[in-house]
């Protein structure tokens, strides 16, 4: 069983910058992680992902040069650091471990869940 937590959420300008954090506590962290998100009245989507040693990233294109995915394995920790954020990037955004798929965007491949954190963006 994986923990998670996420935190660092808050409220921004757009063009500001916000660096999420997603604390694992539990059986071992070296799993694949990715980050997702999800607005009102839309389904959840696929962010970012990076597989389990780090060495490799993906990202969604909507935040493709904005967005970076980056993980401490010896802090148990997945950041999703996020620059020139935008009106549209507002969402509740979770982290999610335990993918047997490298860089999955489906939600249904992920075991464990955080239980989200709200980023909004101001215009």
């Known amino acids: 069983q994986v923990h998670l937590v996420e935190s660092g959420g808050g409220l921004v300008q757009a063009g500001g910058s916000l660096r999420l954090s997603c604390a694992a506590s539990g059986r071992t962290f070296n799993t694949n992680a990715g980050w997702f998100r999800q607005a009102p009245g839309k389904e959840r989507e696929f962010v970012a992902a990076i597989t389990w040693s780090g060495g490799r990233t993906y990202y969604a294109d909507s935040v493709k040069g904005r967005f970076t995915i980056s993980r401490d394995n010896a802090k148990n920790t997945v950041y999703l650091q996020m620059n020139s954020l935008k009106p549209e990037d507002t969402a509740v955004y979770y982290c999610?471990?335990?993918?047997?798929?490298?860089?999955?965007?489906?939600?249904?491949?992920?075991?464990?869940w955080g239980q989200g954190t709200q980023v909004t963006v101001s215009s």
């Open positions: 999610a471990v335990d993918s047997d798929v490298a860089g999955s965007r489906r939600t249904y491949e992920y075991d464990y």
